[in-house]
Structure formats: C-alpha cells, structure tokens
C-alpha cells in the first residue's frame, strides 16, 4: 500500500464529496446572500480537492490525473469520512454537517501547514484561510439558529442529535494515519480531539443546544464502507463522464 497517496486520497475525497452536497444548494438556499455564500464555499472545497487529487495522481502513476480519481472510481474507492455524503436536509441540517466539519478541519490543517512534505504543507497553509471563513460562518449559524426562536433551535438539536454520530470518525488513527504521523508528515488526529470538543462545547453553549448522550458512533468511510447516500451522489457527479467517457470539451 501507498500510505502517502491513501492518506491524501482522504483528504481529496472529503473535500470532494461535501463540495458536491453543497453545490445541491444553488438557487435553493433561504435568501441570496447565504446562496451565494454556500456556493462560495463549495467552490472552495472543489478548489481544495483538486489540490489534493491533483498530488494523490502525481504521487500514484505518471499517466493518472485528478478528474481520473474524482469521476472513474467506484463507490467501495472513495475514502471519505461518512458525515461528508449526509443529505442536506433542511438548512440546519447542512449548516450543522458543515460546523462539525469546519471545526475539525481547521484544527486538522493548521497540524498539516507543519507537515515535513512540503506539498502537503503548502495546500494546507493555503486552504486554512478558506476555512477559518467557513467556520466562522457555520458557527455564528450554529448559534444564530440556536438562540432563535423555539422551532429553530428545535430544529438545530435535532440536526445535532443526527450528526453528532459521525462526529468520532474523525479523530480515529488507522494503519495509515500512524505511519504519516510516524514519518511527521501526517497529524496526529487523536490529540485534536479535546480542542475540538472544548471548541463545540463553547458555541454549543451560545447556541443553548447540547451534546446528545449515548449515542452510537459510526465510522467505515475511510475504509471504504459507506452509507446508502454515497452512491446516489456519485451516480449524479460522475454521470458525464460515465455518458461520454474521456469527453473533452
């Protein structure tokens, strides 16, 4: 196994798979201003994954190239963590998937902008300022739907009570994880945890919602076991390129 290209791969597809489910928002969103914010931040996260899939195809073969990883793989290939192929749902559903993400991946490339490979550094260095902007939205959201009204902080708990289970996967160290971090190129994901959870304690507070308890963790994205969702998406994004294979405009 390629442990380097495995371990950029997961970082390609999860900003692959949920730039797709935010684009499903175009023209849909509440009002104008949060259309064009979640498209921007859509944008950012196709910008994103091509940085990576772009190096992962450097890093695999010669002839392979970036749109050959994200439209010519199957569904048991992709890599992603499984909160990143959740439907939308209703706003708060998104704007919640989207907080729980933002505030791992923040943490998670400020550790990469230090990593000993300097591809991987230099994406990372570039792609925290997007993402600091992407929490920042998503957690005054967090909070402005929170401390709303009843119905919408009614709705924002149980957006996190459906979530909130996908939550762990994130911080989960595999064979790959332990030979990247090993080698400092990689991060180490387990001592992110804390921060991260003292982090959504304090907007989770703001907000007056809570962390549901008892609740069962799913995990298997990166092992290429995913839920129903995924397939549907990709059937949607790769249906061009599985029409008119190796198309060019």
């Given at each position: 196994?390629?442990?380097?290209f495995q371990?950029?791969l997961?970082?390609?597809?999860d900003?692959?798979?949920?730039?797709?489910r935010?684009s499903?928002?175009?023209?849909?969103?509440?009002?104008?201003?949060?259309?064009?914010?979640?498209s921007n931040?859509?944008?950012?996260?196709?910008?994103?994954?091509?940085?990576?899939?772009?190096?992962?195809?450097?890093?695999?073969?010669?002839?392979?190239?970036?749109?050959?990883?994200?439209?010519?793989?199957?569904?048991r290939?992709?890599?992603?963590?499984?909160?990143?192929?959740?439907?939308?749902?209703h706003?708060?559903?998104?704007?919640l998937?989207?907080?729980?993400?933002?505030?791992?991946?923040?943490?998670?490339?400020?550790?990469?902008?230090?990593?000993s490979?300097?591809?991987?550094?230099?994406?990372?260095?570039?792609?925290?300022?997007?993402?600091?902007?992407?929490?920042?939205?998503s957690?005054?959201?967090?909070?402005?739907?929170g401390?709303g009204?009843?119905?919408?902080?009614?709705k924002?708990?149980e957006?996190?009570d459906?979530?909130w289970?996908?939550?762990?996967?994130?911080?989960?160290?595999?064979e790959?994880?332990?030979?990247?971090?090993?080698?400092?190129?990689?991060?180490n994901?387990e001592?992110?945890?804390?921060i991260?959870l003292?982090?959504?304690k304090?907007?989770?507070?703001e907000?007056?919602?809570?962390?549901?308890?008892?609740?069962?963790?799913?995990?298997g994205?990166?092992?290429?076991?995913?839920?129903?969702?995924?397939?549907?998406?990709?059937?949607?994004?790769?249906?061009?390129?599985?029409?008119?294979p190796?198309?060019?405009?």
């Open positions: 196994m390629n442990f380097l371990y950029v997961v970082l390609a597809d900003a692959l798979i949920l730039a797709q935010l499903e928002w175009a023209y849909k969103a509440p009002f104008l201003e949060e259309d064009i914010a979640l931040i859509s944008l950012d996260l196709f910008g994103r994954a091509t940085l990576f899939l772009e190096y992962a195809a450097s890093i695999k073969d010669d002839d392979l190239e970036a749109d050959d990883l994200a439209f010519k793989r199957h569904e290939e992709y890599v992603n963590h499984l909160l990143c192929e959740q439907p939308n749902g706003f708060g559903d998104t704007i998937r989207q907080f729980l993400f933002d505030s791992f991946y923040c943490l998670f490339l400020n550790e990469l902008s230090k990593s490979d300097k591809q991987l550094a230099a994406i990372a260095s570039k792609s925290v300022k997007e993402v600091t902007y992407h929490l920042r939205h957690s005054k959201w967090v909070i402005r739907l401390d009204t009843s119905e919408s902080n009614k924002i708990q957006s996190i459906k979530f289970m996908y939550s762990e996967e994130f911080f989960m160290m595999d790959v994880d332990k030979e990247m971090k090993k080698k400092k190129i990689g991060v994901r001592a992110l945890k804390s991260w003292r982090n959504i304090k907007v989770f507070k907000a007056k919602v809570e962390i549901p308890i008892e609740i069962n963790m799913l995990s994205g990166k092992q290429g076991l995913h839920t129903e969702h995924l397939g549907h998406l990709l059937s949607e994004m790769q249906y061009l390129q599985r029409s008119f190796d198309a060019k405009w």
